[in-house]
């Protein structure tokens, strides 16, 4: 079967599947997979690592165009790429995950439809009109430079309401005549993300609130606004009204660090403002409240407790509401339907996507939800820097951090189905198998990082409820729990193997995030900082230990500290904090030879970079710089030749679920 037939044959797999119920997938599935082995591939197999195309080109999108068909597939090679990967990550995950779970929680007399609206896998944001008639989405065009589109979902025509320009879109929401669309962005005038109105028919858009990044909800009658700011002061989240064309701003509701609110909705009979509350780290601590508008009362609407959840919309009846939620770490984030008053919810979707937001069209009772897939692969970047060579070629299953073994074979965090898992490969990409076993399925696995003498990884899992690091043999056997406090996450291996390092997690707006250590074979656990600091890496030579500091949690950035492993001196204050700030990152690791730090950063707009900051002082030094990709992970090689990094995007599309009640 050639490339061109393989991508077209995945496009349509895409639009079956998600046009299907679970019934009907399973047959897809096994469609799919007769084609694959009719044309000679095997079942399972990983094709040879090859070139992929970093040009970055993506769809192309004219500022001048008013108006246009939405084309059923006009795509470029790059985004041809992705759908073709993504295609391969929808059978593999469907499969396993359909084995796993077989609708669960789902009415089987439903007669739900799901489909794509749009497959390019570059919308940002998107909302439906309270009447079901136009979807508003952003799409970002390149890594710079975002539009805002509307469509009429009748003849699939849409136009630019803001063309392409130096923006960068979070959350949409729709006015309740349709008139106009909120939206949260920040710009190149503007970096602070704020809320804007723009008319759908013409004119300028008008800035209205600074320093908010989650959707705003209407009142019915559209001249209340619902916010969600933090208040970085005071540590905590709060809920305020405002009118709609922007002033008079009244805060209703508050909660303290670490919990957090979501994004706010507004029932149709202007009572009460719904949203999630509560801490997503951790164990399943998430909840459904509301907040009466007239004077502030809050009250759980559900008692259940999830993992996760996002953003939520009333169902006309001010009664039910469809939400995105997880369940557990171990299960995707799917819709569902809750019950208000009875507190009951019952799963919409029961598939291996993931859904982070959604729309509702309350009168005609049409979700718009957005589809997100990690496509991502390992790549070797040499020491000396350039692009590197690419070691994996799968639509997925790479999902961010990954640890050398001492005889060069990768250990990862990858997926099976739906769910978390470790493996290992060589380091060609060839040989993967699973490392968790039982594990997987049952509990959030990651963060694994192998000790200096290759006997054990340890990893973070929430197995017992909260998060707490593991350690398991090489081959994946006998794992054993090393930390029993309220909450560690990313561990670090000392090189005498001695020691694990972690962070201890804040919990319940108390004690700051600081760096612990405990015994490779578990023991007292050590506070080693404290300040706000996350993510340990130990030096080469075990004398210093390099993590994440800010001066709290909110708008601060964060910066690259050194401190002692020993604590004299100053004890746990640092002994270095680099100036330089650091846009959205996770991972700082030490260079072979001691003398630098390595990490990533991923800004909002614009390409993510590798760099690597001397000890000594200076300049940051560019490593690569990925115009089109994200960088999820990165670990060095122990001979010192090679960086280690997972690369991709996340593929984020519109999907419309209809005749779901």
């Given at each position: 079967?050639?490339?061109?037939?393989?991508?077209?044959?995945?496009?349509?797999?895409?639009?079956?599947?998600?046009?299907?119920?679970?019934?009907?997938?399973?047959?897809?599935?096994?469609?799919?997979?007769?084609?694959?082995?009719?044309?000679?591939?095997?079942?399972?197999?990983?094709?040879?690592?090859?070139?992929?195309?970093?040009?970055?080109?993506?769809?192309?999108?004219?500022?001048?165009?008013?108006?246009?068909?939405?084309?059923?597939?006009?795509?470029?090679?790059?985004?041809?790429?992705?759908?073709?990967?993504?295609?391969?990550?929808?059978?593999?995950?469907?499969?396993?995950?359909?084995?796993?779970?077989?609708?669960?929680?789902?009415?089987?007399?439903?007669?739900?439809?799901?489909?794509?609206?749009?497959?390019?896998?570059?919308?940002?944001?998107?909302?439906?009109?309270?009447?079901?008639?136009?979807?508003?989405?952003?799409t970002s065009e390149n890594a710079d430079r975002s539009s805002l589109w509307l469509e009429q979902l009748s003849t699939s025509t849409r136009r630019a309401i803001i063309p392409a320009a130096e923006h960068r879109y979070y959350a949409l929401t729709f006015s309740p005549d349709g008139g106009h669309v909120y939206y949260v962005a920040d710009t190149k005038e503007s970096p602070r993300r704020s809320v804007y109105r723009v008319s759908v028919i013409d004119g300028p858009p008008k800035r209205l609130f600074e320093d908010i990044n989650a959707a705003v909800s209407l009142s019915p009658d559209g001249s209340k606004i619902a916010l969600r700011r933090a208040v970085d002061g005071r540590r905590a989240i709060i809920l305020s009204v405002a009118d709609a064309g922007g002033g008079n701003e009244q805060e209703i509701a508050s909660i303290r660090y670490p919990e957090l609110f979501y994004d706010p909705t507004w029932s149709p009979d202007g009572k009460m403002i719904a949203c999630a509350a509560g801490n997503p780290e951790g164990v399943a601590d998430m909840r459904v409240v509301g907040v009466r508008v007239g004077n502030g009362a809050m009250k759980t609407i559900s008692d259940r407790r999830w993992k996760w959840i996002g953003q939520m919309a009333w169902l006309d009846n001010s009664r039910d509401l469809v939400m995105v939620a997880q369940e557990n770490s171990a299960s995707p984030r799917q819709v569902w339907i809750l019950d208000s008053v009875t507190g009951d919810a019952q799963r919409i979707t029961n598939d291996a996507n993931t859904y982070n937001r959604l729309s509702l069209a309350a009168k005609s009772g049409v979700i718009a939800a957005l589809n997100v897939k990690q496509v991502s692969n390992v790549w070797l970047i040499p020491a000396g820097g350039g692009a590197g060579r690419q070691i994996t070629l799968a639509a997925g299953g790479h999902r961010g951090e990954l640890s050398w073994t001492p005889d060069g074979k990768i250990v990862y965090e990858s997926e099976a189905g739906a769910s978390p898992a470790i493996s290992m490969m060589e380091a060609d990409g060839s040989g993967a198998r699973l490392l968790?076993?039982?594990?997987?399925?049952?509990?959030?696995?990651?963060?694994?990082?192998?000790?200096?003498?290759?006997?054990?990884?340890?990893?973070?899992?929430?197995?017992?409820?909260?998060?707490?690091?593991?350690?398991?043999?090489?081959?994946?056997?006998?794992?054993?729990?090393?930390?029993?406090?309220?909450?560690?996450?990313?561990?670090?291996?000392?090189?005498?193997?001695?020691?694990?390092?972690?962070?201890?997690?804040?919990?319940?707006?108390?004690?700051?995030?600081?760096?612990?250590?405990?015994?490779?074979?578990?023991?007292?656990?050590?506070?080693?900082?404290?300040?706000?600091?996350?993510?340990?890496?130990?030096?080469?030579?075990?004398?210093?230990?390099?993590?994440?500091?800010?001066?709290?949690?909110?708008?601060?950035?964060?910066?690259?500290?050194?401190?002692?492993?020993?604590?004299?001196?100053?004890?746990?204050?640092?002994?270095?904090?680099?100036?330089?700030?650091?846009?959205?990152?996770?991972?700082?690791?030490?260079?072979?030879?001691?003398?630098?730090?390595?990490?990533?950063?991923?800004?909002?707009?614009?390409?993510?970079?590798?760099?690597?900051?001397?000890?000594?002082?200076?300049?940051?030094?560019?490593?690569?710089?990925?115009?089109?990709?994200?960088?999820?992970?990165?670990?060095?090689?122990?001979?010192?030749?090679?960086?280690?990094?997972?690369?991709?995007?996340?593929?984020?599309?519109?999907?419309?679920?209809?005749?779901?009640?």
């Open positions: 079967m050639n490339g061109l037939l393989q991508k077209s044959l995945s496009i349509r797999v895409i639009r079956v599947l998600l046009t299907r119920t679970p019934n009907q997938r399973d047959e897809c599935i096994k469609l799919d997979v007769n084609l694959k082995v009719k044309s000679g591939a095997a079942v399972g197999a990983t094709p040879a690592a090859g070139p992929i195309s970093e040009s970055g080109e993506d769809l192309a999108v004219s500022e001048g165009a008013v108006s246009e068909s939405s084309p059923a597939v006009r795509l470029s090679p790059g985004a041809l790429k992705i759908l073709s990967a993504t295609a391969m990550l929808v059978v593999a995950a469907s499969v396993a995950w359909f084995i796993i779970q077989k609708n669960r929680d789902v009415d089987p007399t439903r007669n739900m439809s799901v489909a794509a609206l749009t497959a390019a896998g570059n919308v940002l944001t998107a909302a439906i009109s309270p009447d079901g008639a136009y979807i508003a989405y952003a968790t076993g039982e594990l997987t399925g049952r509990a959030y696995v990651g963060w694994a990082k192998v000790s200096t003498d290759g006997r054990y990884i340890v990893f973070t899992s929430d197995l017992k409820g909260e998060r707490h690091i593991w350690r398991m043999n090489i081959d994946g056997s006998n794992p054993i729990q090393l930390t029993n406090g309220t909450g560690e996450d990313n561990p670090y291996c000392s090189p005498d193997g001695r020691w694990v390092f972690y962070t201890k997690l804040e919990r319940a707006g108390a004690n700051l995030p600081s760096i612990g250590r405990v015994s490779i074979d578990s023991g007292e656990m050590k506070q080693l900082t404290e300040a706000f600091t996350a993510n340990p890496s130990v030096s080469p030579d075990g004398k210093l230990f390099a993590c994440l500091q800010a001066e709290g949690p909110g708008p601060f950035p964060w910066n690259i500290a050194i401190y002692p492993v020993d604590g004299k001196g100053d004890g746990k204050r640092p002994i270095k904090i680099f100036s330089r700030p650091i846009q959205i990152t996770q991972t700082v690791r030490w260079t072979p030879d001691g003398r630098g730090l390595s990490y990533f950063e991923n800004p909002a707009s614009g390409a993510s970079k590798l760099w690597i900051q001397p000890l000594d002082g200076g300049e940051p030094k560019l490593l690569a710089e990925f115009e089109t990709d994200r960088t999820f992970g990165i670990d060095w090689s122990r001979d010192g030749k090679y960086l280690a990094c997972v690369r991709g995007l996340w593929a984020t599309n519109v999907v419309l679920i209809k005749d779901f009640r």
